[in-house]
């Protein structure tokens, strides 16, 4: 099957003639009703979701490998390994293909949203009110134009053991 890539613009965010103000750049996405983030810098690119082989006797949550340019990936089901609710993919279903140490991982996302800036200063870590299990996959809340937006510990998610 054909491969689609999607690029990301890396280029870092211009800090304030003072350098106080330094901003984040974050890829948003959605899963299910809720905005979910990550570090622009984290991601290596962006592609279309297509077949995935199955690995036996794997997590729910890890849906498989696939094969981008020679390189195996698995790729993580978003959904299952954040405790949402499985659906079937649609057209705007994307593979968001992360960096893994030395390796590569995939994300599978409902859908891409913006490429958002922000300034560190308005990250808030997650709620003590949400139990530490949940917590563990957070990295922070933000607010942007008037939306809550929920940065993933990308590290975390990535962890093949749990």
């Known amino acids: ?63 498989g490998i696939v094969t981008l340019r020679g390189v195996i990936v698995p790729i993580f089901d978003l959904r299952i390994r954040l405790g949402l609710a499985e659906i079937e993919h649609g057209p705007d279903t994307r593979i968001v293909v992360v960096y893994r140490g030395e390796e590569f991982a995939g994300l599978i996302v409902d859908r891409i949203t913006q490429v958002m800036r922000l300034p560190v200063e308005a990250i808030e870590p997650p709620p003590q009110t949400i139990g530490p299990v949940e917590a563990e996959y957070l990295r922070g809340v933000a607010r942007f134009r008037d939306q809550l937006v929920i940065l993933l510990n990308l590290p975390r998610v990535v962890e093949a053991g749990s």
């Open 1 to 63: 099957m054909a491969e689609t890539r999607e690029t990301v613009d890396r280029t870092p965010a211009p800090e304030s003639a003072t350098g106080a103000d330094v901003q984040i750049e974050l890829l948003g996405f959605m899963l299910s009703d809720e905005q979910y983030a990550l570090d622009i810098l984290e991601i290596k690119e962006i592609v279309r979701l297509h077949a995935i082989t199955m690995v036996p006797r794997s997590p729910p949550w890890l849906k």
